[in-house]
């Protein structure tokens, strides 16, 4: 039943993330990519004191001026910008894809920095992602855009944001780390908005869907979380792919998208590639249990 729950929990987590790409997208057809980080970096913010005090937590804690956490908002910022710019100015359907293979970079991340061991297997799969990624962006080739880029980068920011999340202080909540992460996209939004130039006009739709984008970003925050802390990992996890599925569909029918037979190829290449890394970790942690308990 846990995992149940949990993979349920999983699977709304990646819908509601899938609607905040939309409704940033749509928003940003309006008004300035600076000006979005910046209300949705106020709002997150704001929605994650009040639930870090109806905790009874601190809104401030000293753990905050760790190297974790500052390296944690360093690749927070990388992220969000990159990727909102790459939904902004590529499809979302094919940035969508793209963020897919976050999860192989973390576990390559993960070895690197935490001394987790991966075999062959693995490795394999890690490359078979990386292929997927070259059909999706096609370097060389005349489909290829640069701005697609900045997804690529996006995938290293978040990778790098789950690992510093786990090197962070234990006495942190994940509600305290929420106000960290969306207080950094205030300060990233205004110096985006210096840099540009770009002058903001009164919309009142697009404020709504900044909005938007806060409320299901929060949802989207607190199922992932529940999802984590409620079934195993090995089996809630590959439910993140939904988040391709969910992200094509509001590509077809909300932006009239037609991602190509290579994009939605390069797409199930990664996610194939990715389950598998996450099936390999599953039978890796069963025999380490069942050779400690012998």
Not at 10 to 15: D, F, Q, T, W
Not at 271 to 291: A, D, F, H, P
Request: with cysteine.
């Amino acid at each position: 039943m846990d995992n149940a729950r949990g993979s349920i929990f999983m699977v709304l987590a990646m819908a509601c993330f899938a609607v905040e790409d939309m409704f940033i997208k749509a928003a940003a057809e309006t008004v300035p990519i600076g000006f979005i980080l910046m209300l949705f970096g106020s709002s997150g913010m704001l929605v994650f004191i009040f639930l870090t005090r109806q905790r009874g937590e601190a809104v401030f804690h000293p753990a905050i001026l760790s190297r974790a956490i500052f390296a944690r908002a360093g690749c927070e910022v990388l992220g969000r910008m990159t990727f909102a710019l790459a939904i902004t100015l590529t499809t979302l359907s094919n940035a969508s894809a793209i963020l897919q293979v976050t999860p192989l970079i973390t576990m390559l991340g993960a070895a690197i920095f935490f001394g987790e061991k991966i075999g062959l297997k693995r490795w394999l799969a890690v490359l078979a992602g990386f292929i997927g990624v070259l059909l999706i962006i096609r370097p060389g080739l005349d489909g290829f855009e640069a701005a697609s880029l900045l997804a690529v980068i996006a995938t290293f920011g978040f990778a790098g944001r789950d690992l510093a999340t786990r090197a962070a202080p234990r006495v942190l909540s994940n509600m305290q780390l929420g106000i960290y992460g969306f207080f950094v996209l205030i300060p990233t939004g205004a110096a985006l908005l210096a840099y540009t130039g770009e002058s903001v006009e009164s919309n009142s739709i697009a404020i709504l869907q900044i909005f938007g984008a806060m409320v299901f970003g929060v949802v989207a925050y607190n199922a992932l979380t529940i999802a984590m802390r409620t079934g195993d990992v090995s089996v809630v996890s590959p439910f993140r792919y939904t988040r391709l599925l969910f992200a094509f569909t509001l590509a077809i029918f909300v932006f009239d998208e037609s991602p190509d037979a290579l994009t939605l190829f390069g797409g199930l290449l990664i996610v194939v590639s990715g389950g598998y890394t996450l099936m390999q970790s599953r039978k890796n942690t069963t025999v380490k249990v069942s050779e400690n308990t012998a």
